[in-house]
């Protein structure tokens, strides 16, 4: 796979915003668990550089965060990995090569994502020696993260539509 250097430089912009969107909302008081930020810029990614692109950007944003802010901790980091990375890939996968709108895509996403989450928490915690319940996990993600649901669904369509408007789509021929 030859790798375009547009590409590459939105890759490094929606790695850089994962990293620091955390810790803006930090400084604000505001909690991950609450209102997600680190799903911003991967769920972006994947409306604007693809499916395996965006997955890439996903799981090395939760390494890069957790190695430079220590956030998230483990045992979370495990899990934020898979959840964060099935984002990123179903997004771009739903609207670059479905050609889902905007909304669709955006809500598959969120309900795969949650989904790989149960599962991670069903697999690993076990082997982690954690005894949590993945439904009840998963309910409880949900319920706590409602403010950042929401404003995935306000906010994402509204810059994708505008960044799209403006004509800087990225090339979806080049795009998986």
Do not use: C, W
């Amino acid at each position: 796979m030859k790798t375009s250097t547009k590409r590459l430089t939105y890759s490094a912009l929606f790695l850089a915003l994962g990293v620091i969107f955390p810790q803006i909302f930090h400084l604000f008081g505001g909690t991950g668990r609450i209102f997600l930020p680190m799903h911003i810029p991967v769920l972006l990614a994947g409306f604007f550089i693809g499916g395996n692109s965006a997955a890439l950007v996903g799981f090395i944003t939760v390494l890069l965060s957790a190695a430079i802010t220590g956030m998230p901790q483990v045992p979370i980091l495990y899990f934020m990995l898979v959840e964060v990375t099935v984002y990123g890939f179903v997004a771009g996968i739903a609207y670059k090569k479905f050609k889902l709108n905007v909304f669709v895509s955006l809500i598959l996403a969120m309900i795969f994502g949650r989904l790989a989450l149960a599962l991670t928490v069903f697999t690993l915690q076990p082997l982690l020696g954690l005894k949590l319940s993945p439904q009840t996990y998963m309910i409880g993600a949900v319920v706590e993260g409602l403010p950042g649901i929401i404003i995935q669904l306000i906010f994402i369509p509204i810059i994708v539509f505008s960044i799209e408007r403006a004509g800087l789509k990225f090339d979806e021929s080049r795009a998986r």
